[in-house]
């Protein structure tokens, strides 16, 4: 949410006038940051920025004589911040046990560069790590627990998204024998 303009010392100067921009052609201005005199220092604090956001600043010279061309054009860029709190996991709970090819998904988070997934103990992921969907195969019947997802940056880590899963007990086992009589009389 801030830079730190940084100039030379300007041989005469009483202060010095600075501008921030998001064009490199200044056509725009930073609110507040036109013109602005920020006194006889050399490093100035610009505050209340973007992030994520690639920023132009130049500066000139003042003193009772007149004023100096402008500075040359230095480049800044913000990084984007902390991501966002990844949405709702779809995918299917409750599951059978041993199933493959299982998919869980979120939509992207603006700002996020990678996601770091993780599974309930004997889970496993087996494609798309890293990615907005995983594949999964489930684990062993009452292998129970959460799914879990963070959105990452150079910046941070969001908070996790989580989905709660069950394993099921699986198909049942095949019936044992049919008794009763096998020869009946009618009605």
Known sequence: SQITANWTTSVNATYYELDVSTVNTFATYVAGYQDLNVLNVTTYIVTGLNGGTTYYYRVRAVNSC???????????????????????????TPQC???????????????ATAYTWTVPSGWSITAGSGTTSITVTTGAAGQ???????????????????LAVTVSPGTPSQPGTITGTATQCPG
């Open 144 to 162: 129970n627990g959460n799914i879990t997802v963070t959105a990452n940056n150079s910046c941070g880590t969001s908070t996790p998204s989580t």
């Open 97 to 111: 046990p041993g199933l493959t090819g299982q998919i869980y998904s979120i939509s992207a988070v603006t700002g």
């Open 66 to 92: 007149g004023t100096s061309v402008n500075s040359g054009i230095i480049i800044y860029a913000t990084n984007p911040g902390t991501p966002s709190q990844p949405g709702v996991i779809t995918g299917t």
